[in-house]
């Protein structure tokens, strides 16, 4: 088995605000639109292993274009060029709100996804405690976590909320705060099976999970069409946006005894492991970014997801192990394909799109109802977790917070009149953070 993810410390951007609406008519009317006839391949084994190179029978979820080998897009008139410097066995560019894919290289290529796959696990999972409930750690909620897995540093017979653990999941891509999640929804096998249920719901046929928390095991597979079409979903989440924006936050330490022999519980920072949001010695914070997860392990190398605004355009950006082996090449090539897309975005013609759930396509069906993204609806996020540069905290109920501010103190909302019969799977409330000078 390859090494679980392992990532240094970071910083980035923020929150969201209270639930846009979702326009009835317009909406469910694009819901019910049918989606071009698609086809995928055959749904991987556990004994299957991804191909070395891209086959060229891959899915045609999306449409036609996408099962293809090799780079997709229609470099009209007055459309940029794509970079040039591209190595990325995989990626796709999607504006996030129509599901129009701009373009795109071997989308449907099965491959190991890291921990980018803890976002279809929150997807999952992520519903179903409010945060504010509270479990104490017990030895096998831990006994199985991989050797050399990304750790928040979850410790035996200490409690925690639920916030404080997807805290741990989010920023510091922790394998043991999915464990102990994954424990408390009914134990690893059966979240392995709720989130190979809901991958299929959502279309992403791709997919196989093995572990929920992305460590290499024979099968587990996504692609970076799964991926955009996973992280669109969550992003649906208002606290799956939460987090997945969050720079720093406070964590809770161990129980100790003081110098004055009583016991006390301190905590310590967590930081986001996401290079775009937080920024690194070579690589700035992108302009926009919002989230949302980031994965490296010695089988899948580095892959990511994000999302990023700019001048109203929301974009989906995937990519999976670059072939290039420099220091956060996956980011770099990331942000070049965000610039490319940004450059794009009403010039080219969409080589595909990324399709709605399949309850999304029932007349009726509001999907990102549950924006709360927990049950019970939304707790308010606490004081602890400190906001971006120029950003504003806000009060909150108690546990570990995530910062409510964006670079320059400014939400803006993604407006219900935006949400035009065309576009088939509206984001609400998207946090847009402005660009920094």
Known sequence: MGRACTFSVVPAPKKTVRRSLLVASAVLSSLALTAPVSHAAPKPSPSTS???????????????????????????????????????????????ESG?????HNAHWRLAPASTMKMLFADTVLPRFPRTTEHKVVPSDLADVGAGSSLVGIKEGETYTVHDLWLGVFLRSGNDAVHVLSKMNGGIKNTVEEMNEHAEELQALDTHAVSPDGYDAPGQVSSAYDLTLIARSGLQKKDFREYCSTVTAKFPGETKKNKKGKQVRESFEIQNTNRLLAGDSDIPVYQGIAGVKNGNTTNAGATFTGVAERNGKVLLVTVMNPEKNEHNEVYKETARLFDWGFQAAGKVQPVGELVPPKNAAQPGAQPGANDSGEAGGAGNSGESAKPAVGASAATGSSGIGVALGITGGLLVLLAAGAFLINRRWPLPDLVRRRNRP
């Open 100 to 104: 129009d894919v701009l373009a795109a």
């Open 50 to 96: 991804p191909s070395a190179t891209p086959p060229a029978n891959m899915s045609t979820v999306g449409g036609e274009r996408l099962g293809q080998p090799g780079t997709q897009v229609d470099l009209a008139s007055g459309v940029p060029v794509l970079p040039k410097d591209l190595s990325a066995r995989s990626w796709i560019v999607a504006d996030a």
